[in-house]
């Protein structure tokens, strides 16, 4: 007799409470939908108000991040949470976006400074990459990015 194949994964984990709260925002999808809206002006405005920046820059992001939405809202099949972490995802993303432009507008030179060799650091995790990092950025002739870039 051959032995019953045990899945390797029994899907993903949730708490109760976010498992109840999903379980709500199933049969609310509308009013949840809304407190969670994953379209374009709702994020950025998000984003604009966490940062307190409102110059985009060139607008040709919205057409990738309009695509990403569309299939995340029409084949995405996300629970409550689940739109609300990526939400979340989008707004820090953009917000670095705005930060980024920022400090373009305040050091335009940065535009025209030349990188002749950079230093990329991976490995994997726990591998001491991160202190790795933080001493490269001690270095006084070399520059670590910062969290949001």
């Not at 809206?37 to 998000?46: G, I, Q, R, V, Y």
């Not at 995405?76 to 972490?85: N, W």
């Not at 070399?142 to 870039?149: D, I, K, S, T, V």
Request: include cysteine; proline fraction near 7%.
């Amino acid at each position: 007799m051959k032995p019953k194949r045990q899945p390797c994964h029994d899907g993903p984990y949730a708490p109760w409470p976010i498992r109840w709260v999903n379980s709500l925002a199933r049969n609310a999808k509308p009013v949840f939908d809304r407190l969670v809206s994953l379209n374009c002006e709702n994020l950025k405005s998000a984003a604009s108000r966490q940062t307190g920046l409102q110059d985009w820059g060139d607008s040709r992001f919205e057409k990738a991040l309009g695509a990403i939405l569309e299939s995340v809202n029409r084949e995405g099949k996300l629970t409550f949470f689940g739109r609300f972490a990526f939400s979340q995802f989008l707004v820090g993303n953009l917000a670095s976006r705005l930060r980024t432009i920022e400090v373009l507008k305040l050091r335009p030179e940065i535009k025209e400074q030349k990188i002749n060799k950079p230093i990329f650091i991976t490995g994997w995790y726990r591998s001491g990459t991160t202190h790795l990092h933080n001493l490269l950025a001690l270095h006084p002739d070399l520059r670590a990015p910062h969290f949001w870039e």
